[in-house]
C-alpha cells in the first residue's frame, strides 16, 4: 500500500459543524448508551459540534458491510465535517476492503480513532488524507464524573484550533473504571495512580516528517493481510 502523493488535509471545523459518531468496530454506544449519550454532551458542551449518529453507531453485532456503508455515507455527506470513532474492537480489519476511496478523496474530513481504528488510519493515510490517532468518545468524554483536561485539550487541537500542542505529563493514569452498566460509571473514576517517569529510547536528535503507526497489534494483521506500506520510503518516518 503506497503513501498517495495528495495532501488531502481536511479544514477545521468551527461551533455548530455536525460530526459523524461512528462505531467502525465495537458498537460500545449499544452495550452502554447511558456513556455514551453523556459523551455526546459533553462533546458538544467542550466543542460546540453536533454530533450526529448513523444506523450502526448502537447496533451490536452489525455487519462489517454495514459499517463501511456508514463510513463511506460519512464521507459522501458534505454536511458532515469529522468523524468520530465511538471505541475500537477487533475486526476492522474486514471492514476496509468495503470502504469507498472515491468518497473520502472527494470530501476528505477529520478522522480520530484509535487501537482498532488503526486500519481506517492506514486506508486513509494511503490516500493522503491526514488523520489522528486518538481517544475515543466513550472511553474519554462519556466515562467518570467529567472529561479530563489532556484530553479536552488534545481534541479541540484536533478538530477546531489546529497548531501546535505541548504533549505534558499527566500525572496520573486509569487502566480501568466502573463497568459501564453499574450506574457509578457516569459520576465516577477508576483507580487512579501516579504516571511513571517517562524513558525515551533512540538518539537525541530532532527528526520531522511524515508520520505513520498506530496499535502494533492491529499493524500485524495488516502486514498478513499485505495492507502495510512499503518498508522503505523517501520523506517517510514511521
Known sequence: MELSQRNLSARKLRAGDRVAVLSP???????????????????????????????????????????????????????????????????????????????AVANPKIFIGYSDNTNVLNWLWSLGIPAYYGGSTQVHLGAGPGADDVHLASLRAALLTGGQLQITDPGESEDFGPDWLDPRALVEYGDRGPTEPWAWTGPERAVSGHTWGGCVEVIDQLALADRLPPPTRSGAQS
Request: glycine share 8%.
Open 25 to 103: 468496530s465495537f458498537a460500545a454506544p449499544g452495550l452502554a448508551p447511558a456513556v455514551h449519550e453523556q459523551a455526546m454532551r459533553r462533546l458538544t458542551a467542550a466543542t460546540g459540534l453536533i454530533p450526529v449518529e448513523f444506523p450502526t453507531t448502537r447496533k451490536l453485532g452489525s455487519s462489517p458491510e454495514e459499517r463501511a456503508a456508514d463510513i463511506n455515507a460519512a464521507f459522501a455527506d458534505p454536511g458532515i465535517r469529522a468523524i468520530l470513532a465511538t471505541i475500537g474492537g477487533d475486526d476492522q480489519i474486514t471492514v476496509v476492503p468495503h470502504l469507498d476511496e472515491s468518497a
